[in-house]
């Protein structure tokens, strides 16, 4: 499968608590190429062996934003909560699935302008209702605590652009999997373990936890950061088509960093840098810290409209995280630096 088919495919699926579609879809494509082991929850892990027992870990995250339900009233209207970070003014009128006894289809309800007070939106998600259609049947077929995703279509824009829900970090997951492609059959100088995690969306759990499992000599994690748009800056965005962002922070590792941008260079692989001053709210923070200590890095695909069911995002920036960490890979790491 080429990259932006497995995209879409992974973006069209669900996987968010107890709803395993996208992670059974990722165990599978995984498994064309190495083994796959299930960690809790919705984590995986592959792995390919090399010459010696040093270890990269490359991880990236499966699980996306989306709802759970805390009430249904007798005429079918739903109350929910948020999992994760979500934005409420884009969510009147918003398209959902709800993952119940059945999947249902509904829509955040929107009051037509002409009935509008005028009022401020409401700042708590409880007064933004679901609409399932089902009137006093929804008791039959949705229950208190079943979650909600946003339910589209990845679709194609011009060139090589995409736009879809749960590109992020879905995007990191292709990557993933199309390194394990590219791997597969290869004279590697190092172990590879490939990490699908869970849960980074409510706090990192996923990573957190499969990483103190997973001994590993350093690490590099794949997600999305955000791209260029209107009223912007410059400083807080990566270029929409500009290539993979390599990570610099205090919690990353430099040599790491350096690394990457030096290979990029080498092999004239578009990129750009993203400096944070701290964390960097994606699983490498707590990946650098596992157990004694875990060399980290991070590489982002820039990304427009995150959290969103119309996230977008350019096929060539997740080709040019592929080449880098393929480059990585096959030097070995910073093992021989």
């Known amino acids: 499968m080429e990259i932006k088919d497995v995209l879409f495919e992974l973006s069209?699926?669900?996987?968010?608590?107890?709803?395993t579609n996208a992670s059974d879809l990722a165990y599978n494509m995984l498994s064309n190429y190495t083994?796959?082991?299930?960690?809790?929850?919705?984590?995986?892990?592959?792995?390919?062996?090399?010459?010696?027992?040093?270890?990269?870990?490359?991880?990236?995250?499966?699980d996306e934003v989306g709802f759970i339900v805390t009430d249904i009233s007798d005429n079918g209207f739903l109350t929910v909560q948020k999992c994760g970070g979500i934005d409420l003014r884009h969510l009147p009128s918003k398209a959902v699935t709800v993952h119940g006894k059945e999947k249902i289809p509904a829509v955040f309800v929107?009051?037509?302008?002409?009935?509008?007070?005028?009022d401020e939106m409401p700042d708590d998600i409880a007064k933004y209702k679901l609409d399932t259609a089902?009137?006093?049947?929804?008791?039959?077929?949705?229950?208190?605590?079943?979650?909600?995703?946003?339910?589209?279509?990845?679709?194609?824009?011009?060139?090589?652009a995409v736009c879809g829900k749960t590109f992020d970090d879905r995007a990191g997951v292709t990557c993933l999997i199309e390194l394990a492609k590219r791997l597969q059959g290869k004279t590697l100088p190092c172990r590879v373990v490939f990490l699908i995690s869970d849960a980074?969306?409510?706090?990192?759990?996923?990573?957190?936890?499969?990483?103190y499992k997973i001994t590993s000599d350093e690490a590099i994690a794949i997600d999305v950061s955000f791209g260029d748009g209107p009223d912007i800056p410059d400083t807080q965005c990566g270029k929409i088509g500009g290539g993979a962002m390599i990570g610099i922070s205090p919690v990353l590792e430099r040599t790491i960093s350096d690394k990457l941008t030096d290979l990029a260079k080498q092999n004239d692989i578009k990129h750009q840098l993203e400096v944070m001053g701290g964390n960097t709210s994606t699983n490498a923070d707590v990946i650098s810290v596992n157990k004694c200590g875990t060399p980290t890095g991070l590489i982002s695909i820039p990304l427009r409209n995150m959290h969103t069911d119309v996230e977008m995002l350019r096929i060539s920036d997740?080709?040019?995280v592929?080449?880098?960490?393929?480059?990585?890979?096959?030097s070995g790491g910073v093992m021989n630096d």
Do not use: N, W
Not at 35 to 62: F, N
Not at 110 to 118: A, E, Q, R
Not at 135 to 159: E, H, M, N, Q
Not at 322 to 330: A, R, S, V
């Open 200 to 211: 980074e969306e409510l706090g990192l759990r996923g990573a957190k936890t499969a990483a």
């Open 110 to 118: 929107s009051t037509p302008p002409h009935l509008d007070k005028g």
């Open 322 to 330: 592929c080449d880098i960490l393929e480059h990585y890979i096959l």
């Open 12 to 19: 069209s699926a669900a996987a968010i608590g107890t709803v």
């Open 134 to 160: 089902l009137g006093g049947k929804a008791k039959d077929i949705v229950r208190i605590g079943d979650f909600v995703t946003y339910r589209t279509s990845p679709k194609t824009l011009c060139g090589d």
């Open 318 to 320: 997740i080709e040019s």
């Open 35 to 62: 083994e796959v082991t299930r960690l809790g929850g919705l984590s995986l892990m592959g792995e390919i062996k090399g010459e010696k027992d040093y270890t990269i870990l490359i991880d990236a995250h499966i």
